[in-house]
């Protein structure tokens, strides 16, 4: 009977997640389509709106919404090792993912180069833990089963992307396989996974994409691309995880002492980026990476290392928003950028190997990469290729970074909420001090 009650609400959680994230997914098409009209033809506005919008936000993290600042995905790891449920309860709370929700989509509506998936992650673990609160008594194996099944639902939300979800939040939240714990993942990743199939329809998240691979030379290509973004990765990972060691101390004292300052600094640094993209860097760059998958069309040559910068920019300044999708476009144009250098190079094929290389460097869970891409894509031809770029990627980016990113800041994370010193946090993703 326990059991039975506890299973039905799993699926009630992963359900209301699953509706959460339909708006939230509309939300966040609708805020980058503001953004998009709002500076067509007017080159000059992004210099205003990215500072303004970004100070706005970075106020209002702290001043509102205190906790609800970076991914979410750290956050929820941190929740995984609380003992404490009061802990849990305020890294989770109701508080923290409405600010999520709106200051996400704020992030995305002045051109911030973010992702979807971190919050829907860190609402999704929120919603499992208040309704875990429904007559289930509680426990620290039983909150850290309500924040996997969150985290899978999470994913699996964001990006229509069941078995991702699942394991994603095996190889990289859990770091670990138990029986019992995966039964209530899969029922939650797929109760979610139904409630948007049920309203939207089945829609793989880039679209459905035909490429493939003929054997012959050019494999020896796909580990050369897969290494290059396996290291551009594990880069941008290392400095998410010790910013301060990347910028002057000058910058530093500013970060630290005048955030909302900082933040308008960084808003327009991202217009400065974004006006040397003519805006293909804004918000998740989600219709380049699209048109290259499914179309072939190849981005400009300097898509790769432009967005890389404009995602570093918008992250640090301290405003809520994830870093997979914006990853997974900058693997889009590592990929791609092969295609530029080599005649006749497949594009599609390329922009998915350059995408499971990069965001496999980026987070270090090759099987993660190697199912969002697929699951993302609909085309299971490439899962060879894909899987061999994952492995290789993530294998090149702990030459780079030698910490799982998530990992990392959830320590860091943990730290602050625990009152500890930290040797130069991450305060993007932190909670102020």
Partial sequence: MAATKRNVIFVLAAVITGLISIVFGLGVIRASAFF?????????????????????????????????????????????????????????????AAGKFLLTLLGFAVGASIGKEGPTVQIGCATMNICGRLGLERSHALQRLLILAGGAAGIT???????????????????SFDDRQVRSIILAAFASGITLFLVLGYQPYFGFSRATLALGSIWLLVPVCAVVGGLAGGLFAQILIMPARFMPASVNRLARSRPVVFAALCGLILAAIGFASHGQVYDASY???????????????????????????????????????????????????????????????????????????????????????????????????????????????????????????????????????????????????
Wanted: aromatic share 8%; hydrophobic share 50%; with cysteine.
């Fill in 287 to 433: 219709g380049e990476a699209r048109e290259a998958l499914t179309r072939g069309v190849l981005p400009p040559l300097e898509f790769a290392p432009l967005k890389f910068l404009a995602t570093l920019v918008s992250y640090l300044s301290g405003i809520p928003g994830g870093i997979f999708a914006p990853s997974l476009a900058v693997g889009v144009g590592v990929g791609t950028a092969f295609a530029h250098l080599i005649p006749n190079l497949p594009v599609a094929a390329f922009a998915m190997i350059g995408m499971a290389g990069y965001f496999a460097g980026v987070v270090q869970s090759p099987l993660t990469a190697t199912a969002i891409v697929i699951e993302m894509t609909s085309n299971p031809a490439m899962t060879v290729p894909v899987g061999v770029a994952a492995i290789l990627g993530t294998m090149a980016s702990r030459v780079v970074c030698k910490e799982p990113v998530y990992h990392a800041m959830a320590q860091q994370f943990l730290r602050v909420v625990e009152h500890k010193p930290v040797a130069a946090p991450n305060t993007a993703g932190l909670p102020p001090e």
């Fill in 36 to 96: 998009a009209t709002l500076t067509t033809g007017r080159e000059w506005l992004p210099f205003l709106l990215c500072p303004a919008g970004l100070a706005l936000i970075v106020f209002l993290t702290r001043s509102v919404f205190p906790g609800a600042q970076g991914s979410g995905i750290p956050q929820a790891m941190a929740g995984l090792q609380m003992q404490d449920p009061a802990d849990v309860d305020s890294v989770l709370s109701l508080r923290i």
């Fill in 157 to 175: 939300c964001a990006f229509n992307a069941p078995i991702a979800g699942i394991i994603f939040a095996i190889e990289e939240m859990a770091r």
